[in-house]
């Protein structure tokens, strides 16, 4: 195994750090210089009341890469070295999960070829770059470890699946939407793992809520999108027109002011699907809910996320992106295509079309894909069939069967 796993980390690696190269070039006029920057410095140089005071929203995010920025601080180094430490594990979790779902797929489909596009489609993901050059590398990480926890727990690993779940909880918020996936691919100890990753992710978010009030409206205001409304989501038709919305560089020609009544709302009623959700899946998947269809599930939840905040953002896809990969990787024999184009897609529609479509025009064009998708998504995971794709059973079988003689 470690023979064969030489030439897809060398890839993985070799992709990480020319992504990485390419896009921590600088911080000016991104979230991280807008929200990071002050609290890391002050981390850095043992000022914590000033870290808690003014983390941001992702602040257990920021304490648990803390290491990351006093590696940067150990050789003396200055902000800029800190920004780009505390970015690696954003790109160590990309190559990590980019080289365990190729050996997935090496040991399914022995005979299968494109394995490398695996590789590339994690880390090198286009998703990937546009969350680095903005600033928030937490989102791969946890992309990854949402996934990775649906993985263990198909794997029969309980106390693996708690760790990555619970890492994913204290990482960002939205990571709720992978408990329903992750229990209902376990089968036994749900109950153990589920207090075990709310208690391992409510050690990176208790801190923010007992040091300081201030630092607790920050935590808690995560329930909220603060005002920030995007054109790729539901809710763009109900906003206001007649406002001037103002951008990092200049005004935003043709944006939507957010309706008063959406901040407070998306975010619960995105967090509150994961329960109708699961029971749904549990309900048409009786008996068998250790399939790889739960992947299909968390892939739904985590595109029904993105459709529904008036925050969305490109980055935000990339959890939707990464369970679709390990589906296609534990149920396909042929190249992750679903995977290739939903990242080329999304990379067009949010990043390129915003040069040449007015934001109306950019909200219906992204309507016009996700909501197949979204209906599409549903049907494969709701429908109740849990029998192994044949390719996959031939493949199992070819494994487990000795040659005759």
Known sequence: MRHRLVVPTLVAVVTAVV??????????WTDYEQANEVPFRALVHGDFATFFHAAPIEGPSLLMRAPFAFSAWLWNAGDMAIY???SVPGLMAAVVFAVVLWEIRHRRFPQARWGI????????NPLLLHALDIGHPEEMVGAVLCAGAILAALSNRPWLAAVLLGLALGNK?????????????????????LLLSCAIGAAFVAPFLLVAHSSQSAVL????????????QLWWPLGDHGHVIHGFFSDKPGYRAAPAWIAPVTHPLIAALVVPASIAWWWRHRGHTSSPDVLLLAAFLFLARCVLDAANNGYYHLPFLMCLLAWETLRRERPPVLTAIASGVVW??????????????????????????????GYAAFRGTYA??????????????????
């Open 84 to 86: 780009r430490m505390t």
């Open 388 to 405: 192994i794709s044949r390719s996959a059973t031939a493949a199992t079988s070819a494994t487990r069967t000795p040659a005759p003689a």
């Open 117 to 124: 596009l695996t590789v590339l489609l994690v880390a090198g």
């Open 348 to 377: 067009v529609t949010i990043k390129q079309a915003q040069h040449w479509a007015t934001p109306d025009v950019q909200w219906a064009i992204y309507m016009a894909w996700t909501i197949p998708v979204l209906v599409a998504l």
């Open 173 to 193: 918020a939205w990571a709720v939407l992978a408990i329903g996936p992750v229990l209902l691919a376990l089968p036994r100890r749900r109950g153990a793992v």
């Open 19 to 28: 992504s990485g190269w390419a896009e921590l070039t600088s911080y000016l």
């Open 221 to 232: 205001s995560a329930g909220d999108t603060a005002g920030v409304f995007q054109p790729w």
